[in-house]
């Protein structure tokens, strides 16, 4: 399983790098396709296109997240109840 600080490392993203949405090569370095560096209608569209498959691909992560962090919480409080169920001496002895 992965770490889930390499997890929500993988939620951020840096908007600082992106321009103006569609209009062309950002700064940080690669082109982001034909139809985006020659900017216009299709690159906003490509532009607008690229972000809704993120936010979405970003609220199912988190989403799978909440469902593990549920998933251990419920785990450990099983844990916890079927240790305190054991006599003291078994306790010890671990």
């Known amino acids: 399983m992965r770490r889930k600080s390499d997890f929500l490392s993988q939620l951020r ?4 790098q992106v321009g ?3 209009s062309g090569a ?3 370095g690669g ?3 034909s139809i985006r560096e020659a900017g216009g209608a299709f690159g906003k569209m490509e532009a607008a296109n690229e972000e809704e498959f993120f936010y979405k691909q970003q609220r199912e992560q988190l989403v799978k997240l909440k469902e593990d962090l549920n998933d251990e919480i419920t785990f450990h409080e099983e844990q916890i109840k079927k240790d305190t169920k054991k006599p003291l001496r078994e306790i010890r002895a671990v």
């Open 31 to 33: 082109g982001g396709g």
């Open 20 to 22: 103006d949405l569609g």
């Open 13 to 16: 993203m840096n908007s600082s």
């Open 26 to 28: 950002g700064k940080g």
